[in-house]
């Protein structure tokens, strides 16, 4: 049975916190996060990672913190140029056999940004990462800013099965064609921000393929933004999305953890059920 109360943060970076153990007494900005995000009902957090060696303090914040922290291991398009050597895809497939790993990623593709590299680039190391995912029947959480329909086109093409288009800020057309595909759509804190079109489009959209995330430190929501995120800041989002979709945040919880759920193909925190 799952929790009313629980709110999961789907995608939030903490690999630059200060990483010390619940038992250690010396200050631990890792373990503050987690207690001010548990006190606004925050209680599961998917730790994501964006590169090989972020994946290796992801999972071991993970280890430290199993009831509230649960990983997602992959490379970002941003960081493909850190692992030229081929070993990155042995050592990343060890990494989603960890029990505490719930999916691969990030991963994907952008055409947004000048500092990426090139799709031709790009696009080798999310289908090998896909790949990955299909095989080991995980997970995938993709970044696809500004190639949101076309990277959904390469998951269903691959027989990918399971995907979570990340901090999604596509149009109508992409929405409806990931919908399409079975896959989730999570929405940041960019659906508190007042010129947002997803304010729009969000209520078009199945309410059951629906996630929402913090991309912390990034985007914080409204009226944080332009600040640092966290993810206690998940609240502002999900009160915001009761709000537009017109129900209550108690009820937007359950659905949203039964999204998770369904989305997931790991075990997650009891807590949760």
């Known amino acids: 049975m799952i929790m009313n109360s629980a709110w999961i943060d789907v995608h939030a970076h903490l690999y630059s916190l200060c990483n010390n ?7 631990s900005d890792l373990e503050d996060t987690i207690a001010d995000s548990v ?3 925050v209680d599961l957090i998917i730790n994501t ?26 490379i970002s398009p941003f960081y493909i140029n850190n692992h030229k050597d081929e070993i990155w895809i042995e050592q990343l497939k060890e990494m989603v056999g960890n029990p505490l790993t719930a999916a691969v990623g990030e991963i994907g593709l952008d055409c947004t940004n000048p500092t990426y590299p090139p799709l031709i680039e790009q696009t080798p190391f999310f289908e090998k990462q896909l790949a990955l995912a299909i095989q080991t029947k995980t997970t995938a959480i993709v970044h696809s800013r500004g190639m949101e329909k076309q990277t959904a086109q390469i998951c269903r093409s691959m027989g990918a099965a399971n995907v979570i288009f990340h901090c999604f800020t596509g149009d109508r057309e992409a ?7 079975g896959y989730y759509i999570s929405v940041s804190g960019i659906i508190t921000y007042k010129n947002s079109h997803l304010r729009d489009l969000i209520p078009t959209l199945p309410i059951n393929r629906l996630l929402i995330e913090t991309d912390s430190p990034y985007l914080a929501p409204a009226p944080h ?18 709000g537009i979709l017109k129900i209550e945040e108690s009820h937007l919880s359950k659905i949203l953890s039964q999204n998770f759920v369904n989305a997931i193909n790991k075990p997650i925190p009891f807590g949760h059920y």
């Open 21 to 27: 153990t619940p038992h250690n007494d010396s200050h």
């Open 39 to 41: 006190s606004c009902g």
């Open 49 to 74: 990672a964006v590169s090989i060696e972020t994946a290796r303090i992801v999972l071991e914040q993970c280890r430290a913190f199993p009831n509230h922290l649960r990983a997602a291991v992959g």
């Open 175 to 181: 929405a409806e064609y990931i919908i399409e595909s």
């Open 225 to 242: 933004r332009g600040k640092k995120n966290n993810p206690a800041m998940l609240v502002h989002t999900a009160k915001e999305t009761a």
